[in-house]
């Protein structure tokens, strides 16, 4: 079956643009969370959703960082006056609930370069 | 200090060797445990949970010491296609349903 997708698979943009990522989760899958890799780094956590709340967003650096997924399927990460340090992969994952071992599946990401 | 801390790394091993990782992490109420798989430039995908019995699959077998916080992933009888950066993971405790990651160990395993 399809798994999660994300556009675009690279962005380029110049310092103080503002950028849309996008996530289509796993058909069914209720759980969505935002991470961001940096070079030589694990993924960071950002944000996560239950169905189409944010029910922890304590991982967004600041204000510039924001995400919606109005209807509990697809999601957009919007990153406003992007800076030079916001440049890395961004991984968008779902998994079927909450639970302690529910596993999540990682999209491909979207490498984000700020010029 | 990190929530997840690995072996720094790389690893480079010849083809048949047997190779462990190690990961502490800071966090006692953690309830779940995992090693992701990450090859160059791709998505990080579920190796094996970890469970505090130990589990194994097939080369692969992983360990859970809770008392001392410790995980660990054995290889054995290593094979090309094993090279990629090995990440521990610590998953969802209490209210918050995230993975925190460790850093990653790199492997490379050589012919």
């Known amino acids: 079956g399809a798994g999660v997708s994300q556009t675009p698979s690279n962005k380029v943009t110049e310092k103080g643009k503002y950028v849309e990522l996008r996530c289509d989760p796993i058909?069914?899958?209720?759980?969505l969370y935002w991470y961001r890799q940096s070079l030589g780094q694990g993924p960071e956590f950002l944000i996560y959703?239950?169905?189409?709340?944010?029910?922890?967003d304590s991982g967004l650096p600041n204000d510039r960082f924001f995400a919606v997924r109005p209807e509990g399927s697809v999601s957009t990460l919007k990153i406003q006056r992007t800076e030079r340090g916001d440049s890395a992969v961004y991984l968008c994952a779902s998994a079927m609930g909450q639970g302690y071992y529910n596993e999540q599946f990682f999209g491909p990401g979207t490498r984000l370069t700020v010029l | 200090r990190k929530e997840v801390e690995q072996d720094p790394g790389p690893f480079n091993v010849p083809e048949g060797a047997t190779v462990a990782f190690n990961c502490t992490y800071s966090n006692s109420a953690s309830q779940s445990f995992f090693w992701y798989r990450q090859d160059c430039r791709k998505e990080p995908k579920l190796l094996m949970s970890v469970y505090s019995s130990g589990n194994e699959d097939g080369r692969f077998t992983a360990q859970l010491n809770r008392a001392s916080q410790y995980i660990s992933l054995l290889i054995r009888d290593s094979k090309l296609s094993d090279s990629a950066t090995y990440l521990c993971?610590?998953?969802?405790?209490?209210?918050?349903?995230?993975?925190?990651f460790g850093s990653g160990t790199q492997l490379t395993v050589l012919p």
């Open positions: 058909s069914g899958h209720t759980a």
């Open positions: 959703f239950q169905g189409t709340g944010a029910a922890d």
């Open positions: 993971v610590v998953g969802p405790s209490g209210s918050a349903r995230q993975l925190t």
